[in-house]
């Protein structure tokens, strides 16, 4: 199972552009790499999922290495709206119960 | 947003007691999930469903049980609640179990065991 590593906590101000990296060197050929969002007493939300390169949507963009071993989630000019706890998944595939295995997230914190 | 329902979303209990939590969806999807979220630990799976009477173990099996007899409907049994069951617990839903489809998560039932 490609376990992640991620910041516990971040800060930053409103407006600014908010980088969170997500370590997983064990990341198997198969596996997509996800980003969940999850607000105070609400339950995770999708935010961005890739394989490779750069993904962008209407909320984040995800760059991934071409080794993969790593992936950065960037929220561009943040508001106070984007506090919250944010989740990097790498499943193992094959398996439902590996499919949506999160680890602590890392929990921004935006200031005015 | 998924049609995803949980009930009881409060519910106060005592030790000892059987408590059922309740997952319903409306949007005909094959996978569920239950999860359960503490302070320091995230999101952990308890058990999940790949299709009706098809369940397995996930991370926190012990002292849980679940059901599913409709493709609607997800429920979580703890036959003997203790104090340490007390979390905010979390439904999750998808069509498929590969990584590249979305999960939908319930809103959550908070459960304080006394």
């Known amino acids: 199972l490609a376990k992640t590593t991620q910041p516990i906590s971040m800060d930053s101000y409103e407006g600014q552009e908010v980088n969170i990296t997500c370590s997983h060197n064990?990341?198997?050929?198969?596996?997509?790499i996800t980003w969940y969002q999850q607000f105070p007493s609400q339950g995770p939300r999708f935010i961005i999922q890739?394989?490779?390169t750069k993904v962008t949507n209407e909320v984040a963009s995800l760059f991934i290495p071409a080794d993969r071993k790593s992936s950065t989630l960037s929220l561009p000019r943040v508001s106070l709206s984007d506090t919250a706890v944010y989740y990097c998944?790498?499943?193992?595939?094959?398996?439902?119960?590996?499919?949506?295995?999160f680890g602590g997230g890392t929990r921004l914190m935006v200031k005015p | 947003d998924a049609g995803i329902t949980q009930s009881p979303r409060h519910k106060v209990t005592e030790t000892g007691t059987p408590v059922t939590l309740r997952c319903h969806q409306t949007?005909?999807?094959?996978?569920m999930y239950w999860y359960r979220q503490d302070p320091g630990h995230g999101l952990r799976l308890i058990h999940y469903s790949y299709g009706v009477k098809d369940t397995d173990k996930g991370e926190v099996s012990d002292g849980y049980s679940v059901s599913r007899s409709k493709t609607e409907d997800f429920l979580l049994t703890l036959e003997s609640a203790t104090s340490s069951q007390t979390s905010v617990y979390f439904c999750a839903i998808s069509e498929s179990w590969q990584m590249n489809t979305e999960a939908f998560f319930g809103q959550g039932t908070r459960l304080t065991v006394v």
């Open positions: 949007e005909n999807h094959r996978y």
């Open positions: 890739g394989y490779k």
């Open positions: 998944l790498v499943g193992e595939g094959g398996n439902a119960g590996n499919m949506l295995t």
């Open positions: 064990n990341i198997a050929t198969n596996d997509y």
